[in-house]
């Protein structure tokens, strides 16, 4: 009854999330009619599917109770070590340049998993401590210097630029990270663990679930995914700079709470997290679509999420009264 | 777990956390009887910015000084107020600085100069009051002017042009786009059929520099050229006409690295750009500071002073009231040379 009361809380919550979307949509169609042009929708894909890889990462590390404020400096750290390994090597294949990239930021999330799990370092302190150990490694590795796009293979960029059954590489790469995702969540007893630690970290102890296991697991697997994110962020933009992707972890954790992701663990659904993070691509391609003044595009992107989040907090409320109610009569 | 060993972690991780700032922060021990002098560039990792201090250095050590190159993390006036104190604390001769804010910095520079410390600016200025002398690129003048007439030659005369930014408060790039509409409103009858439609920033950042070049590509389907005065906002802005196809269909122009821009200059994404040349600026800036220093020069119009390898320079007035010291004019990128500069910076 209690479970079908949330999952019901959380369809309504999705709905009307949805629905805020689909206003927003054509408020900006009547704007400017390119909006929903099939070409001008592809870009806002490709523009987000980073994102949306990252967000799945770090809906994990929230549902364990946990945050991540690292994983802009694991893009830029992957990411250069990729570009730079890409420009000595220019005939390493693409796939071997993800996997490394991807190896290398899953390093990253390791040690911060164990400084969480093994030492009890809170999360918001590991992190932001990882967060400059990392970026100040991309510094060292690249001595302060950019690797620019005529010193990337070809084959490299492709990553982000080919297509597979025409669809945009990023695209694909996303779909199957949610896929993935959604297995691993829902079908597996490990899954399903996560999100018994996150909801009651002390019950899920004594009923035999190993804790610091799976937040080692959790913060191993964001750091993967940044490591991924990083190499598809330099074959996107063809360019590696010290300072990629400062700040980018507020961005994701944004994206997570806008798709109804809670911030004290236990809830977190994908299909909320797909709606937060495109809900997020569309402002960030429609703000320069609707020609508002620059000085306000920052202070629109805040408004919409706590409007979301607002919203988020009465349908909450509303149903649990509702459920109060009921169970009164 | 026992609390010692916990708070044991702690402090480790703090000392993690604040480590990457000493290291790249810190000044190094000097001696204390050198003359030294300070150059403070907008953020760290930069590395047009690591030319101009490589330059300044050079210009410096040359004349048997020793330098002190400092830049903060993040491109905010806050940072480089607190690095012009902790300078003045060391007792530096002059500090050359290019400025994060045009105006904010007027105190903390203005103390400086109350201490006897020579101020100047190099490459982004910061207010005439705040400073003796500004060093600048080219004139900007110049550079907006030239940016419009390369746009005219790259559409054939006619169509819409418009202009992809940094920071809407960016003060280099808001003077050379004032000067880029002069340009455009001074000579109407040449550019009767160029129209300017909209003047987009993408923050320097790469994510948001190309949203704003799709942004204008869909909202202006007939675009002929975007200008880009910036080297993050240029290179994103050929790597979406790239991507796109629409190579011959949309010029790229404006101001940029040619080892980022290499790509797009062979590929015909941006038929020619500008620069001019960072070392240059630095070392520049380094005669300049110890030509003030010295009295050689005190920053009035009309002094002269001789700049190392770089010959003579003389002091004129600048746009913003104060006066500068010009390098010369920006640097034309095109196929024929980008291959011999792509590897120097």
Known sequence: ?329 | MGTTKKSIIMILVLIMAFAPLALFAGGRSEAADAERHAFIFKNTGNPYGEKQMEGFAEGIREQGFEEILRAPDQPTAEAQIQIIEQLMAQRVKSISITGNDFDALQPALTRAMDQGITVLSADSAVNPASRQVHVNQADSEMIGRTLIQAAYDMADGAGEIAILSATSQASNQNLWIEWMQKELAENPSKYADLELVRIAYGDDLRDKSVSETEGLLQSFPDLKVIIAPTTVGIAAAGRVITDRGLIGEVHVTGLGLPSEMAEYIENGACPYMFLWNPIDVGYLTAYAATALMNGDITGAAGDTFSAGRLGNFEVVPAGDGGTEILLGAPFKFEPSNIDEWKDVY
């Open chain 1, 1 to 329: 009854m209690a479970k079908r009361n949330i999952v019901l809380t959380e369809n309504l919550r999705e709905l009307g999330l949805l629905i805020f979307m689909v206003v927003i949509a054509v408020a900006i169609q009547l704007r400017n009619p390119a909006f929903l042009r099939l070409s001008n929708l592809n870009s806002l894909l490709t523009n987000t599917a980073i994102l949306g890889i990252l967000a799945v990462g770090m809906m994990l590390v929230l549902v364990t109770r946990g945050i991540d404020l690292s994983i802009g400096s694991t893009i830029a750290f992957s990411g250069m070590v990729t570009a730079l390994t890409v420009a000595g090597n220019p005939g390493l294949p693409p796939i071997a340049a993800i996997a490394l990239g991807t190896l290398v930021g899953m390093a990253v999330g390791m040690v911060i998993g164990v400084l969480v799990a093994r030492f009890d370092v809170l999360p918001i302190i590991a992190t932001l401590g990882m967060m400059n150990v990392v970026r100040g490694l991309t510094y060292v590795v690249s001595g302060g210097r950019w690797v620019s796009s005529y010193q990337m293979s070809n084959s490299f960029k492709g990553i982000a630029t080919g297509r597979t059954l025409g669809i945009n590489n990023l695209i694909v790469i996303a779909i199957a990270v949610y896929l993935v995702a959604a297995w691993f969540i829902n079908h597996t007893r490990t899954g399903r663990q996560i999100y018994a630690v996150g909801s009651n970290p002390e019950a899920a102890g004594i009923s035999g679930i190993p804790r610091r296991r799976l937040i080692f697991l959790v913060y191993s697997i964001m750091g993967g995914l940044a490591g991924l994110a990083g190499v598809l962020w330099v074959a996107k933009f063809a360019s590696a700079q010290g300072d990629t992707a400062v700040a980018y972890e507020l961005q994701v954790i944004a994206a997570c709470i806008l798709g109804g992701v809670s911030i004290t663990g236990g809830v977190g659904r994908l299909t909320g997290l797909l709606l937060g993070t495109i809900m997020f691509g569309i402002l960030a391609n429609a703000l320069p679509l609707i020609n508002v003044s620059p000085f306000w595009q920052m202070a629109i992107q805040g408004v919409v999420v706590l409007a979301a989040v607002l919203t988020n907090v009465m349908v909450r409320r509303n149903s649990e009264r509702n459920a109060l109610r009921r169970r009164a009569i």
